[in-house]
């Protein structure tokens, strides 16, 4: 058995919030709409994918995409050039800087959620009043395209639960586990499992709430199937036919192979995939941290760009490398090393496809990069900019179910 497949844990366990709470018929199990009345653009918009590397925990802008070697801040790492004469890069993301012609450096993220949850709710809601209820951006996007092989919303390895008042049934699929190290899906499992409730359901069919709850499971039951059974959803993470050269681009790593995934979902139909990578609160032991974590990232997403510029996808995917917020300038003292704080005022993104200009900077912080001195962008405007990729209409009034009002304030950003 080729042990770089999907899991069976992988399909059921998507599967089974929503029979917990047996939400699995909602409006997105019967859309049979256009797109345009789902509160999606055009049939266009709805090939549109956006990729989201999300970096949880904060990732320091001053080591990264925005370094201040002039400033007396701290600056444990050197600064090189990148293709875009007199903007510089940490000389962790050597190959990064080699392509900042293609990609939009947004340098102006700011705003004032400074802890890890209320930030990281912004950025997934594109509000600051958001509570667990609201749903995120790729809850949404489930929601209005309705169910899909593959799913309209994936989260690589996984995420927090973030589909708000809109329902399980709006959920991301998790991959989940190790990218190099994933046994096969379990077709049979999940056949044996329908016949279960096919059973059941002819034993109890028209006992009111009874028979709801069994089609409930009968709806679970054949998403998990159809995921199961699509060739190319069991194969996600089978890198066997992949070339040597396109492994080496996006480098021999967990992050490598999560964007190659990415990368499949997204020209396979995916609305909204994000990759989320934790680690990133370095409190302590920064400079030592981050030796180990940007090269991999840097090769990784330097892979992506690549990838899909080769295939002739870079106008229908946008990747985002985005983060809840930035670190401190000045470095706090540790006795594991010194790290830094979080710093919602001013921190860096990355924006690559669809209509981002490359070779464009977004934003300028001041000269030791703690706070936003020219056009500040808020993670509600980068919110909206992925929502506009993606098609969704955002006043549209179908947008979301029972009259519910988006109340998104920002503004797309190209």
Not at 234 to 241: E, I, M, P, Q, Y
Not at 266 to 287: M, P, R
Not at 352 to 370: E, I, Q, Y
């Amino acid at each position: 058995m080729n042990p770089n497949r999907i899991t069976r844990r992988a399909v059921l366990r998507w599967t089974g919030a929503a029979l917990a709470t047996g939400t699995v018929l909602g409006k997105r199990a019967t859309i049979a709409g256009t797109a345009e009345e789902n509160g999606v653009a055009n049939e266009t918009g709805s090939k549109r994918s956006v990729i989201c590397v999300y970096v949880r925990g904060g990732m320091s802008h001053v080591d990264s995409f925005d370094p201040k070697p002039d400033s007396a801040a701290d600056q444990p790492f050197q600064s090189i050039q990148t293709r875009i004469p007199g903007v510089l890069f940490s000389e962790l993301v050597p190959e990064l800087a080699a392509r900042a012609d293609r990609f939009t450096i947004i340098r102006g993220m700011s705003h004032t959620e400074n802890d890890h949850e209320p930030g990281e709710r912004y950025f997934k809601t594109g509000r600051t009043d958001a509570t667990q209820e609201t749903p995120s951006l790729g809850a949404i996007a489930a929601f209005t395209r309705g169910w899909q092989v593959p799913p309209a919303y994936v989260a690589i390895p996984k995420t927090v639960p973030d589909f708000g008042f809109l329902g399980s049934s709006c959920a991301a699929f998790e991959v989940g586990g190790n990218a190099a190290a994933m046994p096969p899906a379990d077709v049979h499992e999940v056949m044996r499992r329908q016949e279960l409730l096919r059973r059941l359901g002819s034993q109890v069919g028209g006992v009111g709430a009874v028979s709801r709850s069994i089609a409930s499971h009968r709806e679970a039951s054949r998403r998990a199937w159809a995921i199961a059974s699509d060739e190319s959803m069991r194969l996600l993470n089978d890198f066997s036919k992949e070339s040597e050269s396109t492994l080496a681009a996006y480098g021999q790593t967990n992050v490598g192979r999560y964007l190659i995934m990415a990368r499949r979902l997204a020209e396979a139909g995916s609305s909204f995939v994000t990759v989320e990578l934790d680690g990133w609160d370095h409190h302590a032991n920064l400079a030592g941290a981050l030796k180990k974590q940007l090269p991999p990232l840097d090769r990784a997403v330097a892979g992506l760009v690549d990838d899909l510029n080769a295939r002739g996808l870079s106008q229908r995917v946008l990747v985002v490398v985005t983060t809840e917020f930035g670190r401190d300038p000045i470095m706090v003292p540790s006795s594991n090393g010194a790290g830094r704080g979080h710093w919602s005022r001013a921190y860096s993104n990355l924006a690559f496809g669809g209509n981002a200009p490359g070779g464009a900077v977004l934003g300028r912080t001041d000269k030791r990069g703690g706070s936003v001195v020219d056009n500040p962008v808020s993670p509600a405007d980068l919110w909206a900019t992925m929502a506009h990729h993606v098609g969704l209409k955002m006043e549209s009034p179908t947008l979301l179910p029972e009259g519910q009002k988006l109340n998104v304030v920002g503004q797309r950003l190209f």
